[in-house]
């Protein structure tokens, strides 16, 4: 339920800024990269980087319930073992 609420808080805050905020990122991208076909490449190659970073370190979630997946997040610790003397 908390991740939901942090989600939702996420999802509000990115609606409400993203229109203001995006023109304005634009505009300073193209000063700097000096056309906007650069800012598509620029743009295209963040898209690419985040596809192959997603194909690496996201699980697959076909065919499997939503407790396989949260199991599949945490991590395996083994507790240390003293050696007896």
């Not at 990115?14 to 906007?36: E, Y």
């Not at 970073?53 to 991590?75: D, F, H, M, N, V």
């Amino acid at each position: 339920m908390f991740v939901c609420l942090i989600v939702a808080g996420l999802v509000f805050h990115l609606n409400v800024t993203g229109p203001i905020a995006f023109p304005m990122i634009d505009a300073a991208s193209k000063r700097l990269i000096g056309s906007a076909a650069g800012v598509f490449w620029f743009y295209a190659a963040i898209c690419l980087i985040a596809f192959f970073w997603g194909r690496k370190y996201l699980p697959e979630t076909k065919g499997r319930t939503l407790e396989e997946i949260a199991q599949s997040w945490t991590r395996r610790t083994q507790p240390a073992v003293r050696a007896s003397s």
